[in-house]
């Protein structure tokens, strides 16, 4: 191999961390809900016009707020799809609920709502919705099936920075929403996350919950003369290290998502003859959402030919990666969940997608994957069955 490797993933350096990051240590305040904590969590909530964002280590530990906020109980059910990241059925799991697994859209490869309204008991405490590659669910239609049988809607919105459907921020439909700041994410500290409330009712709570089940944060404010333990809760604050970080990416978040619509652009439009022929299937994106370029896989024939297909790119030294494997086919999840409905698509789809190289700075090394891609997939020559 005589040219550069290239990585599935960079992470995006912003310019401006260190300055930050310094401005953090000289202030002598580095723990959860500092001045830079605060500047993030404003940002993000006016994003998201949400009432409010709850900066937090991670989109796992959110998960496990928005689960406690939603008072799964052992027994309880929640709806997802089997097609997401195991942190949606941990945070079920971890109250003792049961992660009921259901199937995608082929197109968009997010939840079905019809497969949502059949799997919804009385048991059901609450539906996640993942809207994948920050192209929006439809969720509309979930939040009605939630309103009429009284569960609560959660937007997984890991990927879903600068995302909108409808014109309306991804994010902002459910009860509570979820997101990412992981170094694989559009918009990163390393690890980092956010919960976003928009449903006044689980707001105090929300407050008492990331601050160890204590009501610290009215103390802080001056509303009560001593704090307490009055809830459960855990330690589910962002240090203001990481969120000295997050500021400086937040602050060029536009640049990252136009950069990386163009490079996505880019390889839609190649790709587009491979298509015609009828040898990968393209990412989907409806009319109405407007996503932010988080990931761009394609679809080969099969498991065999995705394999090829990545160990050729390999011999490249071109990194593209796959996932998930169906929550429902998983050890756990097989212990811990239970399945409603068949999950075809769900099983088909994620044996044979792949992932492409897409960061900020990929440039024009996006030409060098193109090229490798074309000459691999037409070298296989496996028709797309749909
Ligand atoms: C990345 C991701 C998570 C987990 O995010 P962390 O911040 O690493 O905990 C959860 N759900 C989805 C859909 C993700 O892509």
Not at 331 to 355: H, I, Y
Request: contains cysteine; glycine residues 8%; charged residues 20%.
């Amino acid at each position: 191999m005589n040219q550069e490797p290239i990585p599935f993933n960079r992470p995006h350096a912003a310019g401006r961390e260190t300055e930050f990051l310094r401005e953090a240590v000289s202030s002598g305040y580095l723990s959860g809900n500092g001045r830079f904590g605060r500047k993030c969590s404003s940002w993000l909530a006016e994003h998201v016009g949400a009432r409010a964002a709850f900066m937090t280590p991670s989109c796992t530990a959110a998960l496990e707020m928005a689960m406690i906020l939603a008072e799964v109980k052992p027994g309880d059910e929640v709806v997802m799809p089997s097609f997401t990241f195991v942190s949606c059925a941990n945070a079920v799991a971890l109250r003792g609920g049961v992660p009921v697994f259901v199937d995608v859209d082929e197109g968009t490869l997010n939840l079905d709502p019809d497969a949502v309204a059949a799997a919804i008991t009385e048991r059901t405490k609450a539906v996640i919705v993942v809207h994948y590659a920050g192209v929006g669910a439809e969720v509309e239609r979930l939040a009605s099936i939630c309103e009429e049988r009284g569960v609560l809607l959660v937007e997984d919105a890991a990927h879903c920075i600068h995302a909108s459907r409808n014109g309306r921020p991804l994010g902002s439909f459910g009860a509570m929403a979820t997101f990412s700041f992981h170094e694989t994410k559009n918009v990163q500290c390393g690890e980092g996350g956010a919960l976003v409330v928009n449903d006044e009712r689980v707001l105090a709570r929300a407050e008492i919950i990331q601050e160890k089940g204590t009501n610290r944060s009215v103390f802080l404010r001056g509303q009560a003369d001593k704090y307490t333990w009055v809830d459960v809760g855990s330690s589910f604050l962002m240090s203001d290290i990481a969120a000295a970080f997050l500021w400086a990416q937040m602050l060029d978040a536009e640049l990252v998502t136009q950069r990386r619509r163009a490079l996505w652009d880019r390889y839609q439009e190649a790709f587009g003859p491979l298509a015609d022929a009828g040898i990968v299937r393209l990412p989907t994106v409806p009319p109405e959402c407007r996503h932010n370029a988080h990931i761009y896989a394609l679809r080969l024939a099969d498991t065999d030919t995705r394999d090829a297909f990545i160990a050729e790119l390999s011999e490249q030294g071109i990194h593209s990666v796959f996932h998930y494997v169906p929550l429902h086919l998983s050890p756990a999840g097989q212990t811990l969940g239970r399945t409603a409905g068949p999950l075809l698509v769900t099983e088909t789809e994620s044996a044979r997608l792949v992932r492409l190289p897409l960061y900020a700075e990929l440039g024009s090394d996006i030409e060098r994957v193109i090229a490798a891609a074309t000459t691999a997939v037409r070298g296989l020559d496996r028709q797309f069955a749909a």
